[in-house]
């Protein structure tokens, strides 16, 4: 115990076999970059189900593994001598901690960071195998005892990834800076119920007041008339008494098409975000002033943008792209992007957690309601559509924003009552909504008591703002083909039981029932409350929502990125072969013999890039509603389940709209009907678009520094060199290196079977 960092160093080399081969230099870089931590015995390491931030290495004493069984009882799963290793599984594939790990006797473990991990281990080929190893011989020792695979694969107690975690104790600072206002938290990752929030209010204007809420409770002060900076010079000076600040997220509302995640704030990115400053100029401007005053102030520490429409980058084109000249959209990028990403990402995660589900088999409709109001169709995990649009007014009306208009009403009033850009700007964003419908006021609780008063004007506002929110509603039930949970959140989703039951008002028919007491009752700002009635088909929440929190989680993630990310630019990558796949079918066993004839097995034709699949001699017809496909391969072995895959320009050929998802995703999918030589077989469903993916093995992965459900960026090299983004990683022993594309996104880009492509970087991990 107490050894010196040339002993562990020595140690490493001489007696852990991960480390074997390494040199005096590299396990010089790593142990400076690690921590030794002791344990006495009986006192744990890591918990099931907790973020991976560590590969740990077992230089002296005795660890076992544990994993919770039916009816509450601890199994232990083995135990780990030194030399051993832990978490590699964790941090190659994403998922949370399998196993309970407590120390037997005192011990010594070395703790090494995953941006050491990444950048250091899995760039030595010698380390990647005894890795990859070493997690199949503990697949096969879960696999040889159920009871024990099933205890270790129960989830944690942070499955949904609520709590902030990083690699090492982080201090998170917030902070949203609106027009006059600036809103700021402060979280320590060590004590998750520690944190301190915030406000200066009226900035720039009479009656700037400071709230700051932390541990010796509320203090308000009153400030001079000033500006952004010194507010923030304020607000710095009411954190002199937390720990200092390690990392500092920002809210930016605006990413345009180049922010797809949270970025790690560069002189680079405060470039993009000023050119991005044209299509949001009443929000991006004062972010980005808010940016450069605290880069300022805290020149020390990184910061990290954290986007409102980037939860929105998933929208598939036909629901982002408006029905104007094509060309707008390319040289101007107007186009619908979408807002209160945090919100919805954040409400639809909890809403998952209190059904008891995985976010990516739910269909959701998150309605965050306020001052400004948007709703978002989260179709298995992905916003698929929302109200929003190029800007914040359209959709839903909201306090001051008027939403869906038709803009020849626009043109007509500047050619009518003579209004300016300058006046119609106005207009739209802070004269309309419930102010300019009421006469009244833009809060929602006035213009109920107006309502209940009788006042004709409160009750058009009130049900033309309610009658939006139901109409949507039906329409994204339409545009995802189900629905499991509607959610409420918000100021006035949170805070409103009639809001919510006009809302819903009819909504029986799409299996959506109110239980009228419990929507009364609902305690919205305190937990999540269930408002549906027992027997209703669809869930209805209301979810607290806290924005502010999942900005600090995509900024530790964000961190956690720009390591691997500077990991991968360090080393020397191999390039992945792309394939282009055309349209093909899985079939069951059942359905070949329905289409083939009693007791027919498919037959391989020629072998495929993944081991153990060919295509074979079999072909079926595919028929939809339009026309038919005919001589659409057949690829083996057989599945559980059959699907469909086709391109997207095929749907129009059979008069299907199928959905893009991960292969085997096909619930509330359209199905069509499969002609072969002996029958046919109608499908309720299965026929998909294939999101774009990589499959690749655990060692690849450990490889290319990412995980199981990645989403990363990758170059393909060419005559015409491009980029995709959103792709998959499906990682599976049993896989070969290869990224897939459909056969439509390959004619477009004019990439072939056997283009390179490179990983340049991850966008979710």
């Not at 960092?5 to 010089?28: C, N, R, V, W, Y």
């Not at 695979?149 to 609106?178: S, T």
């Not at 809403?351 to 589900?357: M, N």
Request: hydrophobic share 40%.
């Amino acid at each position: 115990m107490g050894r010196t960092k040339p002993e562990i160093i020595q140690h490493l080399k001489s007696s852990i076999p991960l480390f074997a081969g390494f040199t005096d230099e590299l396990l010089g870089k790593l142990v400076n970059s690690s921590r030794v931590m002791s344990y006495e015995p009986n006192e744990a390491i890591v918990h099931s189900g907790a973020e991976a931030t560590h590969l740990g290495v077992i230089l002296a004493g005795t660890v076992t593994a544990s994993a919770i069984a039916d009816g509450g009882k601890m199994l232990e799963l083995g135990r780990l001598e030194a030399g051993s290793t832990f978490g590699e599984q964790a941090l190659m594939t994403g998922e949370k901690t399998l196993a309970e790990l407590i120390a037997s006797t005192r011990c010594e473990v070395l703790l090494i960071p995953v941006s050491v991990f990444q950048s250091i281990i899995v760039a030595e080929p010698q380390a990647v195998q005894h890795i990859s190893r070493t997690i199949s011989e503990r697949f096969k020792m879960l696999a040889a005892d159920p009871a024990k695979a099933a205890a270790a694969l129960r989830q944690g107690d942070d499955p949904y990834g609520f709590k902030l975690k990083g690699e090492q104790q982080e201090h998170i600072l917030v902070i949203n800076c609106g027009s006059s206002s600036l809103k700021y938290t402060y979280y320590d990752t060590e004590d998750d119920t520690r944190h301190v929030r915030g406000q200066v209010e009226r900035i720039g204007l009479d009656g700037t007041r400071h709230v700051h809420r932390g541990s010796k409770g509320e203090v308000t002060r009153e400030l001079p008339k000033s500006g952004f900076a010194e507010a923030m010079a304020a607000m710095v000076e009411s954190l002199r008494g937390e720990p200092e600040v390690s990392v500092t997220a920002h809210r930016v509302v605006h990413g345009g098409e180049q922010f797809t995640e949270a970025a790690l704030i560069t002189d680079d990115v405060l470039a993009q975000l000023d050119a991005l400053s044209p299509i949001a100029p009443l929000h991006n401007p004062v972010n980005i002033a808010g940016i450069r005053e605290m880069r300022r102030l805290l020149p020390s520490v990184p910061h990290v943008a954290v986007f409102d429409t980037a939860f929105h980058h998933t929208l598939p084109s036909y629901a982002y792209l408006y029905g104007l000249p094509y060309e707008l959209y390319e040289k101007q990028g107007v186009r619908r992007y979408g807002f209160h990403g945090m919100s919805h990402s954040y409400v639809s995660l909890r809403a998952a957690q209190y059904l008891g589900r995985r976010p990516n088999e739910l269909e959701i409709i998150s309605c965050h309601l306020g001052n400004g109001s948007s709703l978002c169709a989260v179709d298995h995990g992905r916003s698929v559509d929302t109200t929003m649009g190029f800007t914040p007014v359209e959709g839903l009306i909201m306090g001051t924003r008027c939403g869906d208009v038709d803009a020849g009403a626009i043109t007509f009033l500047e050619r009518t009552a003579g209004l300016s850009v300058p006046q119609i700007d106005e207009l739209i964003n802070k004269k309309s909504g419930l102010l300019g419908l009421s006469g009244i006021s833009s809060d929602m609780r006035e213009i109920l008591k107006a309502s209940e008063a009788g006042e004709p004007r409160a009750l058009v506002a009130l049900k033309t703002y309610c009658y939006r929110i139901r109409k949507y509603i039906g329409a994204y039930v339409a545009a995802m083909g189900g629905l499991d949970a509607v959610i409420f959140t918000g100021g006035v989703g949170q805070g409103s039981a009639m809001v919510r039951a006009l809302a819903l008002q009819g909504l029986d028919c799409m299996g959506i029932r109110l239980d009228e007491q419990c929507n009364s009752d609902a305690q919205g700002f305190d937990k999540v409350c269930r408002i549906s009635t027992n027997d209703s088909k669809v869930a209805v929440l209301v979810v607290p929502t806290d924005e502010e929190r999942m900005m600090a989680r995509e900024a530790l993630r964000a961190l956690s990125r720009s390591y691997i990310t500077c990991a991968l630019k360090a080393r020397r990558q191999e390039p992945i072969m792309v394939e282009v796949s055309a349209h093909h079918i899985h079939l069951t066993q059942e359905h070949v013999e329905a289409l083939f004839g009693k007791g027919h097995q498919l037959t391989p034709d020629t072998d495929l890039s993944q081991p153990g699949q060919f295509a074979s001699k079999e072909h079926v017809t595919l028929v939809g509603p339009k026309g038919r496909i005919e001589r659409v391969r057949v690829l083996g072995p057989v599945r559980k389940v059959t699907q469909v895959e086709i391109a997207m320009t095929e749907q129009f050929k059979l008069g299907v709209h199928p959905p893009i998802r991960e292969s085997g995703d096909i619930r509330d999918t359209p199905g069509c009907t499969l002609e072969g030589t002996a029958g046919s077989v109608k499908l309720e469903r299965g026929v998909i678009c294939a999101w774009r993916h990589i499959h690749m093995t655990p060692s690849d992965a450990l490889r290319y520094g990412v995980r199981d459900k990645s989403v990363v960026r990758i170059r393909i090299t060419g005559d015409r060199e491009l980029e995709f983004g959103d792709v998959l990683v499906r990682v599976s022993p049993s896989y070969r290196l290869a990224m897939h594309l459909d056969t439509d996104e390959g004619n477009a880009a004019n990439v072939r079977t056997g283009a390179q492509g490179f990983i340049t970087g991850i966008q979710s991990q």
